[in-house]
């Protein structure tokens, strides 16, 4: 049987887990903010280019540029998604190991309380 002072041990492990997971989704949120304001900024910009050289030849350039742009930025959103996506995951494992210790701790400190 698992001692009180092991599932101590082992519940700190997975907290240090739970607090490493919650950083990791705090820096994933930095980062889409950021690469929101960025893409934002780059469509404005060639937008404003797309405008100043309406009716040139090759003007059309810009708009591809537009939807290259839109394309990467989908890529890229599907994968903080995905990323988000399993820091979801990670914390629904790591809340359901802390309860799971909770419980055995429980069980554990009765035992030892029952021994005395």
Do not use: P
Request: proline share 0%; with cysteine.
């Amino acid at each position: 049987m698992t001692t009180w002072q092991e599932l101590d041990d082992l519940e700190k492990e997975w907290l240090v887990r739970e607090e490493q997971n919650h950083d990791s989704k705090q820096r994933i949120a930095q980062i889409r903010n950021a690469y929101d304001e960025h893409c934002s900024q780059s469509l404005r910009f060639v937008q404003g280019l797309q405008e100043r050289f309406h009716g040139y030849e090759n003007s059309h350039a810009y708009g591809y540029a537009m939807d290259d742009i839109l394309r990467i930025s989908r890529l890229v959103q599907d994968d903080l998604e995905e990323i988000e996506d399993d820091l979801k995951r990670k914390d629904y494992v790591i809340s359901r190991h802390l309860d799971e210790i909770g419980i055995e701790k429980r069980i554990a400190n009765s035992v030892e309380e029952g021994s005395h």
